[in-house]
T-cell receptor, first 113, second 114 residues
């Protein structure tokens, strides 16, 4: 059974700092991995999708990497801004016939002005 | 249009009420999903529809009844809910069900059961 872990559970950084969020998964047989952002009480916004054959994806100040063999992904946020404050969820799409995303519990990010 | 919409945004209902949640997408996706998310927890899959047919029911109580009237629309009918059913209900869609298909999520419906 796939398990996804996100460390740290919460992170507080001053504005302007670069930061890294970590995600690890137990079964390397994945189709892809998605990073989502969730604001309090809101839905999920997809940030980046990395297919299993890819090593990284970039969108603006965000860069996500994937090391499938070691079961790890990182989300790098450059020059953090207060508007980046949210919970970041990592979700893995596993295996043939699998319909569901397995989510981590998220990292709550606070960027202090 | 890369948007999944959900209505209503908020819903308060009593345990004897019957209500419905609605989800719509116009991206031509043929898979649609219902997730339930409790506070400070990750989303949990409830149902998956593929080509308007129910593919997955994750042992959800019968007081939740999904319906997919067409390829763009997904409903969740609610009846005789319990206070512990209060949660954020998220709808998602993907081009196809399963496999390497990206899921797109709606903003959710915040449900409170009194």
């Amino acid at each position: 059974k796939q398990e996804v872990t996100q460390i740290p559970a919460a992170l507080s950084v001053p504005e302007g700092e670069n930061l890294v969020l970590n995600c690890s998964f137990t079964d390397s047989a994945i189709y892809n991995l998605q990073w989502f952002r969730q604001d309090p009480g809101k839905g999920l916004t997809s940030l980046l999708l990395i297919q299993s054959s890819q090593r990284e994806q970039t969108s603006g100040r965000l860069n996500a990497s994937l090391d499938k063999s070691s079961g790890r992904s990182t989300l790098y946020i450059a020059a953090s801004q207060p508007g980046d404050s949210a919970t970041y969820l990592c979700a893995v799409n596993s295996g043939a016939g699998s319909y569901q995303l397995t989510f981590g519990k998220g990292t709550k990010l606070s960027v202090i002005p | 249009d890369t948007e999944v919409t959900q209505t209503p945004k908020h819903l308060v209902m009593g345990m004897t009420n019957k209500k419905s949640l609605k989800c719509e997408q116009h991206m031509g996706h043929r898979a649609m999903y219902w997730y339930k998310q409790k506070a400070k927890k990750p989303p949990e899959l409830m149902f998956v529809y593929s080509y308007e047919k129910l593919s997955i029911n994750e042992s959800v109580p019968s007081r939740f009844s999904p319906e997919c009237p067409n390829s763009s629309l997904l409903n969740l009918h609610l009846h005789a809910l319990q206070p512990e059913d209060s949660a954020l209900y998220l709808c998602a869609s993907s081009l196809l069900a399963g496999g390497p298909n990206e899921q797109f999520f709606g903003p959710g419906t915040r449900l409170t059961v009194l």
